[in-house]
């Protein structure tokens, strides 16, 4: 199939990002009409935007009429504020009535997501009435893999799949086929949200309904993969400690992008300048004993390590329902005892590795046992402390009413950084008193 | 909607992860025959093979009869070796050679997630015929949205929607209002290369086809949502420095848990260990300028922070695509200026921050001033390196053949602290030397 048009379209598709404004428009050209319009479907809201925007108006009507209403509603909401005014006038006023309701939803709940056409029917149709009747009104669905049954209120009663349809006798009337226990979301429940159902209950669209079950819309599970990938591009850029960008690595502006980065940068900067609060505390202990000095990146940096680890495995767990707020002790528990059992394997490997140095090199002074001592047990310590700390902020921010994913790797390693400084000055203390302090 | 008993099944898929065996016998007892059934096809594969092995055997053969043959292999595939013989000898016939057909594939390949059964159609019925042809097949598949026109060697012809079928008129024949240009796969297809066909495309499923281009099945994009779901859990777990788990974290045994991060905590401690013996060499300059000591974990920190958050960003920004490896020279060219602008900040802050704790507290001795300049100039040389090896890095790991969410933020961080304290004892030779040092 690598040689056909359509494939050429997808190889064009790809490549888009990577185009130059004129690039785009030869690439577009080059195409016969129908191809256009797969390649236009294909692109993303703010690509479809950015196109739409460089033809002349009459071809801008023609593309801006091909997508559904949900899919316009997105392309609106992604286009310069200037333009919009412009984009709605190229709809019909049905259309442009549809566009409208749904550009006042937010756009990360369900209402945002949705298609205000479905296929509908009566509860007292028969299946061979409703077979013909959404042949008639096929023209006017998106996708149709379900049939929503509406009473006269437009309340939802029911949902039969094209499955049910085909499976039923064609006598039986539809209230008898139909599902009357349907999975619903309301117009603002959170994408999110609405993606877990998605995947719980295996269905290809679910339907939004008001606080009084008057149906408003389907949203559809193609929808959804894009939210899933967003979300989780959210989560991963905030894990890694920076505002989530709106766009493409690349297709974001050098400055906005370094605005993004500097504001979390600086402000764990400014956080990490505790650690030289603390490190002027320990300077007499530095001067006694420089070769504490020499463990100071490993032990602060394991702190930091077994953080990011447990910070990361929670805020997933979080964001897939597999932990919630509820469950925070059996997590505290557990990630206790798992610091204990981390922080023992570093320690046994710090420990020899001193001794190992020492038998060489001779490098830490008569009092080598006394430091691998203070080592291993600074880093049971710290690995235990930042395991803890890095598994409860998620809970912490999630109660706060904050995205989980801010406990990111680097604001972990922060926090942990200066605890670890006091961890290991106090167990120098303890081991050392007497001989090197 | 909340109080049906559709909405309970929900409550009890929600809490199941946090049930004890016995507490998800009493449920699922709980329910009528038709909820059970609700219930078991909303678990995930592992939840239903555990909830199967605890049922009497008659119930076992009902409900794995329930699963489609691609969910039942999965199933399968997710039990105990010692059940897979005898859950297999459940099935009929048919299924079973299906299943058996599917167990064949790698897990993450097309193959591994295609469903056999499919709606098809010869290119020389009409429209009508189709339609009452579906109508009669409607028992065989898992999901209709689409029905495939193949050959009489059962090469893939074509594609039809439903929607075409009902839009089209009756007397029609199918190879003229079918689509010959079909978006498909290849069995061994990765399923990430699979799931950004079904975003690019908007589609709704994605038929399968051997090299000679024979039909072998579809995926459909119910499985993809937790496709892309595991992808991204997989590549947020490996950014936070360890293996990638298997199940949800509280299903996770303890000791499994444990070796899954030890492994990579271990080997970054080994990599660290470097910054210790980078820290010996220069003991004779510390122990000339404690104050130098006070500012190495400012220092490093910063440089493992601004890499994580250019690791994080490329990780993903290759993961969807956006990036290729055609892109890395662009992507250093911009990070070295990112780094060097984000360095410029750090530096700022943290040069004033040195002047006002001197004229507060006289913290930094005589030489006050070299000492903040000293601090300034790592910053940057700093925070530019760790830019760019933290964006370079997934690269290399990509080219290497290996998966670029290795390069996750404590592995930067771990490789970012060696080098930052030989940038910062070299600029602090060249400003500090014959003053201080």
């Known amino acids: 199939m690598t040689d056909s048009p359509r494939a050429f379209v997808s190889e064009i598709v790809a490549a888009w990002p990577h185009l130059s404004e004129n690039g785009r428009m030869q690439a577009f050209r080059s195409l016969t009409r129908d191809r256009r319009e797969d390649l236009f479907l294909d692109l993303t809201a703010p690509e479809q935007s950015q196109l739409l925007l460089m033809l002349p108006e009459h071809e801008r009507r023609t593309y801006l009429r091909v997508l559904p209403p949900?899919?316009?509603a997105d392309l609106i909401q992604e286009s310069p504020l200037e333009t919009k005014e412009g984009l709605l006038a190229l709809l019909d006023d049905k259309s442009r009535a549809e566009v409208l309701a749904l550009l006042a939803y937010a756009e990360d709940d369900a209402g945002g997501l949705m298609n205000p056409r479905f296929a509908r029917l009566r509860p007292d149709m028969t299946v061979d009435e409703a077979i013909a009747y959404l042949r008639l009104q096929g023209r006017n669905m998106e996708t149709v893999y379900y049939a929503y049954v509406l009473g006269h209120d437009q309340k939802l009663l029911g949902v039969v799949s094209f499955r049910?349809?085909?499976?039923?006798?064609?006598?039986?009337?539809?209230?008898?086929?139909?599902?009357?226990?349907?999975?619903?979301?309301?117009?603002?429940?959170?994408?999110?949200?609405?993606?877990?159902?998605?995947?719980?209950?295996?269905?290809?669209?679910?339907?939004?309904?008001?606080?009084?079950?008057?149906?408003?819309?389907?949203?559809?599970?193609?929808?959804?993969?894009?939210?899933?990938?967003?979300?989780?591009?959210?989560?991963?850029?905030?894990?890694g400690g920076m505002q989530a960008l709106e766009g493409p690595y690349l297709e974001t502006g050098f400055w906005?992008?370094?605005?993004?980065?500097?504001?979390?940068?600086?402000?764990?900067?400014?956080?990490?300048?505790?650690?030289?609060?603390?490190?002027s505390r320990y300077e007499a202990?530095?001067?006694?004993?420089?070769?504490l000095a020499v463990f100071i990146p490993l032990i602060i940096s394991s702190g930091g390590n077994s953080g990011s680890q447990a910070s990361t495995l929670i805020i997933r767990s979080i964001a897939l329902g597999e932990v919630t707020l509820r469950d925070w002790w059996r997590v505290a528990r557990r990630e206790v005892f798992s610091g204990v059992a981390l922080g023992s394997v570093l320690a046994i490997i710090g420990f020899f590795r001193i001794l190992i140095w020492q038998g060489v090199f001779h490098s830490y002074g008569d009092h080598?046992?006394?430091v691998a001592l203070t080592v291993a047990f600074s880093l049971i310590g710290v690995v235990m402390f930042g395991t803890l700390a890095g598994s409860m902020l998620p809970f912490v921010l999630r109660r706060a009413g904050m995205d989980p994913a801010s406990a990111s790797a680097?604001?972990?390693?922060?926090?942990?950084?200066?605890?670890?400084?006091?961890?290991?000055?106090?167990?120098?203390?303890?081991?050392l008193g007497g001989t090197l302090l």
Chains 1, 2 share one sequence.
């Open 164 to 239: 049910d349809l085909f499976t039923a006798s064609g006598r039986a009337r539809i209230d008898e086929v139909m599902k009357s226990d349907v999975v619903a979301v309301k117009e603002n429940t959170d994408q999110e949200e609405v993606a877990r159902l998605f995947s719980a209950h295996s269905l290809a669209a679910i339907p939004v309904i008001d606080p009084g079950g008057v149906m408003k819309g389907i949203v559809t599970i193609d929808d959804i993969v894009d939210v899933v990938q967003e979300e989780a591009t959210e989560d991963i850029q905030k894990i």
């Open 256 to 279: 906005e992008m370094v605005r993004k980065r500097a504001g979390w940068l600086a402000a764990l900067f400014l956080g990490e300048m505790l650690t030289a609060t603390a490190m």
């Open 410 to 431: 680097p604001f972990v390693a922060t926090m942990v950084d200066v605890t670890g400084l006091v961890i290991y000055f106090t167990v120098a203390h303890l081991v």
């Open 70 to 72: 949900d899919d316009s």
């Open 368 to 370: 080598y046992l006394l």
């Open 285 to 291: 202990e530095i001067s006694k004993a420089v070769v």
